[in-house]
């Protein structure tokens, strides 16, 4: 794709990704990333607080667009419903072409548990941000809590798909199939007792 | 209830909150909550690896009976429900008689977002330690992260209710009530659209 001007945070964050994934997170320097990227240190703490930071760029404007969707949705969704459409939208315009760098970071994080820490706690703010939005929305906490759960599960599911190699589906395609296993496991009935001889 | 040995993880774990409640997690030292216990450092730090784990030292406990209960369960139950009827068992056993500590527990870790990262540290191992008991039981690592993170789901909601002033009924009440709420809201299906005029 053309750009029209040099991303500085895109430079960044793909030069930290190689960098982490040849000789790991604990041992690579900002001052190694920003010799990749061709930048300064400066412009480096211009948009991120520190080297863990680098991978979590996307989180707030991720966060941003997946609330700004609910809110703009369809009302006659269901707040779980609602949510997966939003995701959806979301992966599709913002997720989907960046494939290749999300699942290298992926593995980067599934190797340091520091940056897992921080992943959780990201992922956790984000469902509290979406039980707001529904709770505002359908007026019950306690259907909001969960309805934000169960779209974060589904998403998760449909991420470990998206994720692995050799996978083509996109991750909007991935995600009602991930709604619909999550409904049947909900949905899973006791075997019936065998009947007495 | 009369205890044949006095129990010196209990009463440092029952200092440490008190101390935490009255003047907050960082400004307490462990200096300060083995006087409050009548104990040493020396088994402060036998039994913890420093102040964070204090909060902790019922995790490793919890995960184990929960995945023993699971592991001993009927097979003949969905793999949701023997995860929820587990929680159901270990609720009785280890958690009823301590809601007070629990509940202040609670409210501490809300209050500082460090020990709110240990503790979703804590949640996703013990939600893939079920996953990996699930998946060895039925066979499907999908069904098994879903039912796994829906039981997890269903907890925290039975659990946000039990630490609440004034909540009367027990955990192992809840846990049912909140099984049946996520399945509510997993299953609505949309409105229909208004037919044209």
Same mark, same amino acid.
């Given at each position: ?5 040099? /991303? ?83 992966? /599709? ?46 007026? /019950? ?57």
């Amino acid at each position: 794709m053309p750009r029209w001007k040099p /991303d500085a945070v895109e430079r960044l964050q793909t030069a930290a990704l190689e960098l982490f994934d040849e000789q790991g997170f604990e041992r690579t320097t900002v001052a190694e990333i920003v010799q990749r990227a061709g930048l300064t240190q400066r412009t480096f703490f211009n948009h991120f607080a520190d080297k863990r930071e680098v991978l979590f760029g996307l989180s707030a404007e991720l966060q941003q667009e997946i609330i700004g969707e609910i809110a703009a949705g369809d009302d006659a969704l269901p707040p779980l419903d609602a949510v997966v459409r939003a995701l959806e939208v979301v992966a /599709d315009k913002m997720l989907e072409n960046r494939r290749a760098v999300v699942t290298r970071r992926y593995a980067v994080i599934a190797a340091n548990p520091e940056l897992q820490e921080r992943e959780l706690s990201k992922n956790a703010a984000l469902t509290e941000a979406i039980a707001a939005v529904l709770h505002a929305r359908c007026g /019950d906490p306690e259907t909001a809590f969960l309805a934000a759960g169960a779209a974060m599960l589904a998403q998760q599911a449909a991420f470990r798909k998206w994720t692995r190699p050799g996978e083509t589906r996109t991750l909007r395609d991935l995600l009602p199939d991930a709604l619909h296993s999550l409904r049947t496991t909900v949905n899973q009935a006791p075997v019936d007792p065998p009947l007495p001889p």
